[in-house]
């Protein structure tokens, strides 16, 4: 059974950083492609960053060279660090675990991020 824990989310200043982290279990991570998504209210669940399982990155236009996703197959954790955040940043972030040509594509329960002053 694959869980996936987002932790790390918060009330942060405009400006200032947040490092997300999604655990994983039950699933070997380095064959899935791991991915952040974010939902405002009253908007669509979207893409932030997307991370292959060989390595290669994603990013949404509106947070390109601001965050930056990782990911340590070892210990079954991703992260996403977050730089100059805006409020239009604020959002549920999700964490997403998704295997390539198949069915497999499971979430986590999201982290509340908000920043304001």
């Known amino acids: 059974q694959v869980q996936l824990v987002e932790s790390g989310g918060g009330l942060v200043q405009p400006g200032g950083s947040l490092r997300l982290s999604c655990a994983a279990s039950?699933?070997?991570?380095?064959?899935?492609?791991m991915g952040w998504y974010r939902q405002a209210p009253g908007q669509q669940r979207e893409l932030v960053a997307r991370?292959?399982?060989?390595?290669?990155?994603t990013y949404a236009d509106v947070v390109k060279g601001r965050f930056t996703i990782s990911r340590d197959n070892a210990k079954n954790t991703v992260l996403l660090q977050m730089n100059s955040l805006k409020p239009e940043d604020t959002a549920v972030y999700y964490c997403?675990?998704?295997?390539?040509?198949?069915?497999?594509?499971?979430w986590g329960q999201g982290t509340q991020v908000t920043v304001s002053s």
């Open positions: 997403n675990a998704r295997r390539s040509f198949t069915t497999d594509n499971s």
């Open positions: 991370m292959s399982s060989g390595g290669s990155s």
């Open positions: 039950g699933i070997i991570l380095s064959i899935y492609d």
